[in-house]
């Protein structure tokens, strides 16, 4: 954001706090503490790229403010010490003594040359900075320790060994010098004409070929020894990669000329390379086995003169190239080709190369036509699979799609695992197992128009590729997936309610692994109109020995071959506890969500780390347990918090997580594996304690059919309960799990911050909505309302301050519940459907799909077809009953949304403008189904503040309000400026607010 804009914004947003007077008395209590104006969230900090050394003894960390530059912290994780830098995506080295990572331009600077109008690569670039931890911590300096380097496109150390860093330089100065120093002087007229005729003479190539040969300019690769410093260059290289070994590095040169094409293995340690194959040709998808012995890569130089040049896969171990398929090789279909787009890959134990194949394009023709001679249409066909819309969607990835194959050590041929008819392919990560699972939705695809995915799942032989039926029409969470080893699949038997497997190699049949449990393993509270989901994902135990599935609160061994009795591992029913297998990573962490899943490899048998979540009071904390035992867990942590997933550091009895509250930001904490010796080693916002901010509680209340409902209610700071407050009304469906996360106050891309509002003199309300099929608007109706009417009747709510706000799904129920009730004062709705009977046929553009099974089979919750319930769906549509409306309405719907055409909220806007009642919309140009860009964020979180606080706190209206901005000033006047009188005075936007009407 520009300097001159941030101080208008800045400007206009301090001038709006000044004119909040909230309820009389209600911030007396913590007068000595500022509100939260929009400048201040600016202040705000987030963390990513955390990281964790092998040793245990170091991490680090990214500071990304809300504007600038970020700042890299490496840390000791004794506390004793750490080391700033500008910098982000930081990587230790294997031996925990050296830490890699990127340095950004400065955003100062960026900012002043886009102004000056350089755009692209005249930008400037990424470098590189490589730390030795010794040196840097044990010197002064700010760049003690510290080697850089750059401009660089992009670096890679090794996972499991080598001191050394590659990175791959985005210019190459020499020939930047020698442009600069020796450029040719331009030719002469005579000279111009007589390359004109020599370049006649050559052949005539079309534009296709052309664009197929065409070839990118390599720059400097460098692999730098952080040992001794030393440094080899390889130039022209566009492309290489780094074994995880550490034993050797592969590249790819290109070049203009003839002759300096090629693939080319280094061993880092001496700098010494190899030429593999050379030859003027492309070379892609580079790949090493994990032993770093054998390298693959696939290459189309043989065939490079030619108008469309097939790909061969090739492989080079100890010293030897061999060619392993092309598109003659015996088992690629006939028509197909060795695929550019497949990824190549190598089983753990070196026997096996996997590649991508896919039918040979017919070659486009080299027509030399007008545009305007162009004919360009859709054409929409009801037989069609997939909606037209959902074709040009994927029709970039179809025309990209590979399949899967392999070829065997000591095996002639080649064997095809993907088809045209079964395309998706799942292996094992080590790719040494017999069978892979195959997968296709394609006799079901014009299902998911109205509802859902359906998917056939088929076992394949990996050494003849036969291929053998294991279940069909699996519909949701994920389809049918494959175990670690490869010997079972598993999936969701929605109808059964029940988890399945199967063997692949056949010699069972599918067995029901929870069916004859006393407990039930599907969502209870599910109230979509069709079948429930799994509690959770299942996680396998390693070796295929067992499943860990949960049910509602506890976790089941379950054996797939049906020789053991299921074992319930833990015992969080009698408590109301909820416990689920935590996978712990290693090195990087994920800190985003809670508990484990399913995928990739197995959990270690014996000795497991559970996450625990106390159903009742949101506690939340670790446990040890076992995945062979039942019962015994041993508590390791637990509290009125909420913990991120642990990272292990890779040698050492050290974790790294995070932990937050609605007042703690989740800083970055370290400590043992049992969570003992506790140390919070980042402090991303110590500013927080310079403002007034809120905390949050559970709220309990009865809807109007008397179903006990929770929900979240959020008091300021010095709250007195013999004041009255403006309550601001949040919800989506139910949110009262979260009440410990953390929720920063800088601007949201649609909704509004609970602690921003809250610092600001705001009670916020988030009520939980369980829903009644077919009746979505009434359900969010019959559980809002009453908890709003419970609140107002303890006396601490002022009845004519109440507001509600929501996005998406939020959105539409309350555009519902203004055209029922009036005891909001003031509602926004973002991006809300206004109309089901137009929505239902719209599209979600975004993915190109109908929206029709949203309405008959998930979220929107009406359970049937427009013309079979179509009293449904005129009942729950808030366009029909407009002339309702009391209440002022704000919506938030961009002309680029994917999700929720932005129709409906032009429908409801000119309904009620019909009406003569007061509704505004912003339209963000080019923005989707939420706010993406930075200043638009800013410029709407001012908006929905100046509006809430126009109804709800008797502030002033701004221009945007009052009298609105013309077409004809847009982008030259924003409108923030407050000019009219509060809603409470004659004269006002509105004349009176909505609300009271009980």
Known sequence: MSSTSRNFATALASIALACVALAPGALTAQETKPALDHEDTYRWNSIGGRTISADGEWLAYVLQPWDGD?????????????????????????????????????????????????????????????????????AEGDDAGVMRAGPIESFQIPEDGGAFVAYLLSEDPEAEEDEGEDAEPEAEEGEEEAEEEEGEEEEERSAGYEKRHEKEDGTPLVLMNLETGSEHTFADVVAYEVADSGTGVAYVASTEDEGGDGVHLVDPASGEGVEVLSGEGHYVQLAFDESGERFAFLSNRDEWEMDQPSFALYRFEEGSLARLADHETSGVPDDWWVSENGAVSISEDGERVFFGTAPRPEAEPDEEILDD?????????????????????????ERNRSYLAVVHEGRDGAVQLGTANVPEVERTETGMSDYVLATTDMPHRQEISWDGRYEDAYAVDVVTGERRMVVG??????????????????WWDEADRDWKAAPLDGSAPARSLTGHLPVAFFNELDDHPQGPPPYGAPVWVEGDAALIVP???DTWRLDPSGDEPALRLTAGREANVRYRVQRVGEGGGNFFGFGGGGGGEGIEEGEVLFSVFDMGTKAAGYARGRTDEAGGLEELVMGDMRYGSPTRAEDA?????????????????????????????????????????????LMSWMSADRTPLDGLL????????????????????????????????????????????????????????????GYPGESALDAVVPGVLSLIEQGFIDPDRVGVQGHSWGGYQIAYMITKTNIFAAAEAGAPVSNMTSAYGGIRWQTGMSRMFQYERTQSR???????????????????????????????????????????????????????????????????????????????AIRMQQFFDYYLVDAPAPRWMEEGVPAVVKGRELGLELIGKPVSEEGGVSGERGGSGR
């Open 473 to 490: 029409r699996v519909r949701g969470f994920g389809g049918a997936s494959l175990s670690p080893d490869g010997t079972y699949a598993s």
């Open 70 to 138: 970020p700042t890299l912290v490496i840390a000791r994780t004794d506390g004793s010490a750490e080391r700033r830098f500008r910098g982000s995506r930081p990587a230790f080295t294997r031996d925990s003594r050296h830490l890699a990572f990127r340095v950004p331009p400065l955003q100062a600077v960026v900012d002043s040359l886009r102004l000056e109008g350089e755009r692209g690569d005249d930008l400037p670039g990424d470098s590189l900075a490589v730390v030795t931890l010794a040196a840097a911590f044990g």
């Open 714 to 773: 959020i008091k300021p700071d010095g709250f007195d309960p013999s004041q009255q407050y403006p309550l601001m009304v949040y919800f989506y469906e139910r949110m009262s799990d979260g009440l410990h996360s953390y929720q920063p106050p800088v601007p949201n891309r649609a909704s509004v911050r609970f602690s921003f509002y809250a610092s600001r003199g705001y009670v916020v309300f988030v009520p939980d909505i369980p829903y009644e099929i």
């Open 373 to 397: 001679d162009r004919v360009n249409l859709d054409i929409w066909n009801w037989k069609d699979d997939y909606l037209q819309p959902m074709q040009l969607v994927q029709a970039n990835r």
């Open 551 to 553: 049910d509602r609160n």
């Open 862 to 940: 009406i359970g049937g077809t427009l013309w079979d319930e179509r009293d449904r769906y005129v009942h729950n549509s808030p366009l029909f009953f407009a002339d309702k409306i009391q209440t002022p309405l704000l919506m938030l719907h961009n002309d680029e949304d994917g999700a929720v055409p932005w129709y409906q909220g032009i429908e409801m806007f000119v309904a009620m403008r019909r009406l003569g009642l007061p509704v505004f919309m912003l339209n963000y140009n080019g923005e989707g189904h939420g706010l993406g860009r930075q200043p638009n964020r800013e410029d709407w």
């Open 653 to 697: 009895d050290r974790y790294m997580w995070t932990r937050e509250t609605f007042v703690e930001f989740p800083d970055v904490w370290v400590g043992d594996t049992d969570f003992a010796n506790a140390r919070k080693l980042s402090d991303a916002n110590p500013q927080q304690a310079e403002y007034r901010w809120g905390g949050a509680e």
